[in-house]
């Protein structure tokens, strides 16, 4: 079981959250504590799974995918066996950037990035509404996007 966080451990994680791009050095002197200390404890925070990875957030527009579309989605059958079926096939398209059980009006709500309109039709008609178990989709195109991948706050 992961230890409990203090108040320097919590501090590591909001500047790495904030940008990932730190340097040791740099991490350590923001935190007040030494370089040995603050590698220490990053790797502890990584080993208990508090950091569960680190990466580059590319800007959609400059790699062509500069539309997003949220879809909601309706299983034909509520069985485990129809979740288990969807979210495997789900789980292997890579333009699927987000895929959420969710209660209410749709079973599943998923976050798609593509180039424009047409890209998505395509992708809507070939690969979509084939997953298993899909009965019915529900497509909004996001005109706006106000507040995206914001840092947890803790």
């Not at 603050?38 to 400059?62: N, S, W, Y």
């Not at 989605?73 to 066996?81: A, H, I, Q």
């Not at 047409?118 to 106000?146: S, W, Y």
């Amino acid at each position: 079981m992961p230890g409990r966080l203090d108040r320097i451990d919590l501090k590591v994680l909001r500047l790495l959250q904030n940008s990932g791009r730190l340097t040791n050095a740099e991490l350590a002197e923001t935190a007040g504590v030494s370089a040995a200390t603050c590698h220490r404890r990053t790797q502890r925070l990584f080993d208990e799974g508090f950091i569960a990875g680190v990466r580059a957030m590319v800007a959609p527009r400059k790699v062509g995918k500069g539309a997003l579309v949220m879809v909601g989605v309706v299983l034909d059958r509520s069985t485990p066996e129809s979740f288990a079926a969807f979210e495997r096939a789900i789980a292997r398209l890579k333009f699927v950037l987000d895929c959420h059980l969710v209660a209410g009006d749709f079973d599943y709500f998923l976050k798609i990035r593509v180039g424009d309109m047409e890209d998505f039709n395509r992708i809507h008609g070939e690969q979509l509404i084939a997953l298993p178990g899909v009965r019915q989709t529900r497509t909004f195109f996001v005109m706006k996007e106000v507040v995206d991948n914001a840092p947890l706050d803790f």
